[in-house]
């Protein structure tokens, strides 16, 4: 069980820290820091985390005895769909959660973020809903979501501790709506700058009140607004609706269930132990729940809009349409080889009959890529294309302080960083450095700038804007501005240019000597032929490859050539266990001699023992590095019948851990 | 005011019309050699004449097989009040069996006022579906079986349809069992020992005809002059109506669309959207709503993605282009980037992204689906080595690349010449 997980960013590298708590809290996982971050890797693990949280165990009170909270802090833009998934599979029941969120949100302390500078504003809807959840239930779902308190610096991180859900009314047929005041349809379309057509053809294709729909398709890249548009949509029209996400309803129990749960007003609490209204898990006894659960729900809609007439209720519903809404519909297609939920979906609407039921589908992509065998009726698809420069333009220069400051920003910048991405949450995290940057030379930051002012910052600006194109995809640290105006020439350190970057040596990569040793090993053993361990770490074969190399003829040349396409392709060898332990046990004992000097005898001296208690150690550590997918297990190879390993690390990431042991790695590193 | 509630209650009128199959498909069952005719008599004079019958309905997706179906089994149950009781099944909900069967029971159970139990076995639920089968044969009651997705319940061992074929063998039952399919070769998937319990009366459903098509856009889009809408607004919104169905331009519309699928449902959805398109302030239908809808409705996914891809993005595609050129069988991440440098080098392009950059816009392309990995294997093999292939062809990565807004020239010129 994970108690707590956070995304540290420690001398500009994003670090992440994970230290796993196993539920029969005998064994404890080391705590590991990821020096380089992969993005596939961290959502990945929190995924993995996700899952395991939410079906390793069956009775929350016992982990709210004992741990109290679990905590998530996120540095991303993107990682906050992940973690807004998390906050939403609470509901499932399970954890008290708690959001840290520092970084570069540390700059708008507001709780009621802006619309767009803002992770997701549908997130921001949910934070805000799940902080006043005592009033009302909130529209997404999560019925007992607990109470989140949000907490914008470090510091506080480790003050933090979940508080429990306060206890809320029971769920009325009102809390189908998205229960805020509604919006007009102006504020609607200005709160979302670039999409006017594609709102407006949504209002149409909605309709006016009780006209019945059929089944729509949204689809546009990531983030152009298609989830916020349209739970706003809703907001805006005040019509009752049913929201799942497939992120976080990951299988079609859990969809299907949420949806019921969702109808039916069941709130899952302590008291029925957190569970679902109905367990259902078929395709077949969902649509008979559904069916009933709608009918209850559009029956009770035509009460009250019979017995009250004209007159309106506030909170209360228009219409007496229900609409559910599927969010993230392409990861549907992953849940089943069969695939049978897929066309199910698509064909619910034909399934129920019911005139009054309205199908919303999102998708990242496009409908062409959910073709299957079996065919179904196509929904009408509504495209949300990527933003334009203009409206990004104008996106951005939303909620600015200083908007002639900012656009004259804009100008200099924007064209560039649209030639990478257009993705709004991605050019928003990279602006905001950017800009402070931008503002350093002046005094006064509600100053409209002239003509002369702008080049003067713009040559403040311009040596910063190339190395940060490359920055774009992370985050970026506002600490160290030392270390800006030291390495600016070289290519290599373009990533560290923009005042990122500390130096590799500071770097504390909270990793045992041993594990490190461990990690360069199992990357040597990935990257050199194992025909040349011999001559590599044997003191007498070192000679004889460099005698190989002299000769070039055209025919080796050649095979070199294909060599080179082949570690294109192929990626680092795998390697068996032996082997990577024979390799360890060589490179700890050349480093011994260095660390007796420094008479740090920590793994190191341990090494020299070289005794079963050792090996032990280092298989732990092996499989630890292997949980961080440092390591990675391959098949079992078909003669020798052991399992094989690989190593992912890179060799930038393998350089500077051996720097940070002062271990020569490139000396071994096998050049072809 | 008033003017505007009436509009709004036309469009509501036309949009329900529009998800109601059953009232769309109403005017096409009047003819005698209509599939809806020939539907009725061959299960009414089963009822009448106390026997078993077993029918398939064949057609494409959205030809209005279970519309039809439905508009039948209501005359009929309005007919025989007290000696029809119909099953519905679908193939997507119930292809297994266990599950086929409870759900028989429970709509028997449900019809006939009996107490269903969730706990009941397979074998409990088949032996009480024949038990059943045999008292209604007896009360000369005919159960109606619906199998939709017919093609699903041919999967696996066929236990359903056997059983209730095999059923309907006996002198006592009296049952129809009805299926429904888009395949046309749904017969073919049947056992020997299911196939010849199964009488192959086919019908089939076809696209409506011209004439057909020109009386169904009128059927559905023309306002009735004798509801709660004002009589002159009805009237006049018929008469533009016929003034545009009349027309060439509209013909066309409708023709071009209907090309690529000629289906009653495919032209529903295009209705839907056109007279969603309503102008609220005029009322009336008008041929701007149909252009709109048709260019709104046919989509060209694959170009949308192209033209939502970043410059950086263009490059990688047009990289991975010019290996499959090259007649490169696999290739990767890093051969894509290998060959993105070279191209570099030998036209001097300035701009220079780091190696991140570029695998998180491979990223991108990932997620767009315009390239994906070519095999599944390697799970835990890193991006970058994973082999992938472009999902577009060449010639549509040039249409996009024509209609991309400011497209580099050079992207052009690396797309046509080898190099």
Same mark, same amino acid.
């Given at each position: 069980m994970v108690s707590f997980i956070s995304f540290h960013r420690k001398g500009g590298s994003i670090l992440l820290l994970c230290t796993c708590l196993h539920q029969t809290k005998a064994h404890w996982r080391e705590s590991f820091i990821f020096p380089a971050f992969s993005f596939t890797n961290c959502v990945l693990l929190y995924n993995q985390v996700l899952v395991a949280t939410i079906t390793n165990h069956q009775s929350p009170s016992?982990?709210?005895?004992?741990?109290?909270?679990?905590?998530?802090s996120v540095h991303f833009f993107s990682d906050i769909r992940v973690c807004g998934s998390a906050l939403i599979s609470s509901n499932q029941g399970l954890l008290n959660w708690v959001l840290l969120v520092f970084g570069p949100f540390s700059h708008q302390k507001t709780t009621i973020c802006p619309d767009f500078l803002n992770p997701k504003p549908w997130l921001n809807h949910l934070w805000r809903k799940s902080e006043n959840i005592g009033h009302r239930r909130n529209s997404m779902g999560k019925e007992e979501s607990p109470q989140v308190t949000r907490r914008t610096t470090r510091s506080s991180s480790s003050a933090t501790v979940g508080t429990k859900t306060c206890d809320s009314h029971p769920l009325t047929i009102k809390d189908l709506v998205f229960g805020e005041d509604p919006i007009s349809l102006n504020d609607l379309l200005s709160s979302f700058p670039g999409r006017r057509i594609q709102i407006l053809e949504l209002v149409r294709l909605l309709g006016a009140s009780n006209s019945p729909m059929l089944p729509l398709f949204i689809y546009g890249g990531a983030s152009s607004g298609k989830t916020s548009i349209v739970l706003q949509m809703f907001r805006h029209l005040n019509r009752p609706f049913v929201y799942s996400s497939c992120h976080t309803c990951y299988s079609p129990r859990i969809l299907f269930e949420s949806v019921l749960n969702q109808l039916l007003l069941h709130r899952k609490d302590a008291a029925n132990g957190y569970s679902s209204a109905k367990r259902c898990e078929r395709p077949s006894d969902f649509v008979n729940f559904l069916r009933e659960a709608l009918s209850n729900v559009i029956n009770n809609f035509k009460g009250n809009s019979g017995k009250l007439g004209t007159k309106k209720l506030v909170g209360q519903a228009d219409g007496n349409m229900v609409y559910l809404i599927f969010d993230n519909l392409e990861l549907v297609r992953e849940w089943d080889k069969s695939s049978t939920i897929l066309p199910f979906l698509f064909n619910l609407y034909d399934i129920l009959k019911m005139p009054e039921v309205g199908l919303i589908f999102v998708s990242n992509t496009s409908p062409d890529t959910y073709y299957s065998n079996m065919g179904y009726m196509e929904p009408i698809p509504v495209h949300f294309p990527d933003y334009t420069e203009d409206d990004l333009r104008q996106i951005l220069m939303k909620n600015q302080a200083n908007r002639k400051l900012y656009s004259s920003f804009l100008d200099v910048v924007l064209r560039s960083f649209c030639r990478i991405t257009r993705r709004v949450d991605e050019l928003s995290t990279a602006f905001l450095p950017l800009f402070q940057k931008y503002c350093e030379p002046l005094h006064d930051l509600g100053v409209v700038p002239n003509e002369e002012m702008k080049r003067r910052l713009f040559s403040h600006l311009q040596p910063q804007i190339a190395p940060s194109l490359n920055e774009v995809f992370k985050v970026s640290s506002q600490s160290s501005p030392a270390a800006e105006s030291n390495k600016e020439t070289k290519k290599k350190s373009s990533r560290r240019k923009l005042g990122v970057c500390a130096e590799i040596d500071e770097l504390d990569f909270h990793m045992s000597t041993s594990a490190k040793y461990l990690l360069i090993s199992a990357f040597l053993a990935s990257r050199n032929p194992a025909t040349l361990d011999a001559s590599l770490f044997d003191s007498m074969g070192g000679i004889d490859s460099r005698k190989r190399k002299r000769k070039s003829s055209q025919k080796s040349l050649e095979k070199k050539e294909n060599a080179e396409q082949e570690i294109l392709m192929k990626g680092p060898g795998t390697f068996p266990l032996e082997r990577l332990l024979a390799i360890f046990q060589c490179l700890t004992s050349v480093a011994e001699g260095s660390i007796d000097e420094e008479e740090h005898g920590d793994e190191g001296s341990g090494v020299q023992g070289g005794d079963g208690g050792l090996m032990s150690d280092v298989l732990l550590q092996l499989s630890s590095l292997c949980n961080a997918n440092f390591i990675v297990k391959g098949g079992s190879c078909p003669l020798e019948g052991s399992t094989r390993y690989r190593s992912t690390v890179c060799e930038d990431m393998a350089l500077k851990v051996a720097r940070s042991l002062k271990f020569p790695l490139s000396k071994y590193l096998y050049r072809r | 005011m008033g003017r505007e509630n009436t509009v709004e209650e036309a469009l509501n009128l036309l949009r329900s019309r529009l998800c109601n199959p059953s009232?769309?498909?109403?005017?096409?069952?009047?003819?005698?050699?209509?599939?809806?005719?020939?539907?009725?008599?061959?299960?009414?004079?089963?009822?009448?004449?106390?026997?078993?019958?077993?029918?398939?309905?064949?057609?494409?997706?959205?030809?209005?097989?279970?519309?039809?179906?439905?508009?039948? &089994?209501? =005359?009929?149950?309005?007919?025989?009040?007290?000696?029809?009781? *119909? %099953?519905?099944? #679908?193939?997507? /909900?119930?292809? $297994?069996?266990?599950?086929?069967?409870?759900?028989?029971?429970?709509?028997?159970?449900?019809?006939?006022?009996?107490?269903?139990?969730?706990?009941?076995?397979?074998?409990?639920?088949?032996?009480?579906?024949?038990?059943?089968?045999?008292?209604?044969?007896?009360?000369?009651?005919?159960?109606?079986?619906?199998?939709?997705?017919?093609?699903?319940?041919?999967?696996?061992?066929?236990?359903?349809?056997?059983? &209730?074929? =095999?059923?309907?063998?006996?002198?006592?039952?009296?049952?129809? *069992? %009805?299926?429904? #399919?888009?395949? /046309?070769?749904? $017969?073919?998937?049947?056992?020997?020992?299911?196939?010849?319990?199964?009488?192959?009366?086919?019908?089939?459903?076809?696209?409506?005809?011209?004439?057909?098509?020109?009386?169904?856009?009128?059927?559905?889009?023309?306002?009735?002059?004798?509801?709660?809408?004002?009589?002159?607004?009805?009237?006049?919104?018929?008469?533009?109506?016929?003034?545009m169905l009349a027309d060439e331009k509209f013909k066309q519309i409708i023709i071009t669309y209907m090309d690529s699928d000629a289906t009653v449902n495919h032209l529903l959805r295009f209705l839907f959207r056109a007279v969603s398109y309503m102008e609220l302030g005029s009322g009336f239908l008008s041929l701007e709503n149909f252009k709109t809808a048709l260019s709104n409705i046919q989509r060209q996914p694959k170009l949308e993605c192209i033209k939502d891809c970043s410059i950086l993005e263009l490059h990688i595609l047009v990289c991975m282009k010019r290996l499959e050129v090259k007649e490169q069988n696999s290739y990767n991440f890093n051969s894509v980037m290998k060959e993105y440098k070279s191209i570099r080098a030998s036209f001097q392009i300035s701009e220079y992204y780091a190696w991140s950059i570029c695998l998180r816009a491979f990223e991108h392309l990932l997620q767009r689906e315009l390239i994906c990995f070519t095999d599944n294997r390697g799970q835990n093999q890193s991006v970058e080595f994973r082999p992938v292939k472009l999902l577009i062809s060449s010639h549509e990565l040039q249409q996009g690349l024509k209609s991309y807004r400011s497209c580099p020239a050079i992207l052009f010129k690396l797309m046509d010449r080898e190099v």
């Open positions: 016992n982990l709210f005895s004992e741990f109290g909270f679990c905590c998530f | 009232f769309v498909f109403k005017p096409l069952s009047d003819s005698p050699d209509s599939n809806y005719s020939k539907l009725k008599f061959i299960i009414s004079s089963s009822v009448t004449e106390a026997c078993n019958n077993s029918i398939l309905l064949l057609g494409p997706r959205g030809s209005g097989k279970i519309a039809v179906l439905e508009l039948v &089994l209501k =005359d009929l149950l309005v007919e025989f009040p007290d000696l029809i009781s *119909v %099953i519905k099944l #679908s193939g997507l /909900l119930h292809s $297994d069996d266990n599950c086929a069967f409870k759900e028989i029971s429970r709509q028997l159970c449900a019809e006939h006022q009996l107490l269903f139990s969730k706990m009941a076995s397979f074998d409990d639920n088949s032996q009480f579906m024949i038990a059943m089968l045999r008292e209604c044969g007896l009360a000369h009651k005919t159960i109606i079986f619906v199998l939709d997705e017919f093609d699903l319940f041919a999967q696996g061992k066929q236990r359903v349809l056997y059983s &209730l074929l =095999d059923a309907m063998q006996s002198v006592t039952s009296q049952a129809v *069992v %009805i299926g429904v #399919s888009c395949r /046309l070769d749904a $017969d073919q998937l049947l056992e020997k020992r299911v196939r010849s319990r199964f009488s192959h009366r086919k019908l089939l459903f076809l696209p409506p005809s011209k004439e057909d098509l020109q009386r169904l856009l009128e059927h559905i889009l023309s306002l009735p002059v004798d509801s709660t809408i004002s009589h002159d607004y009805a009237v006049e919104f018929n008469a533009k109506l016929q003034n």
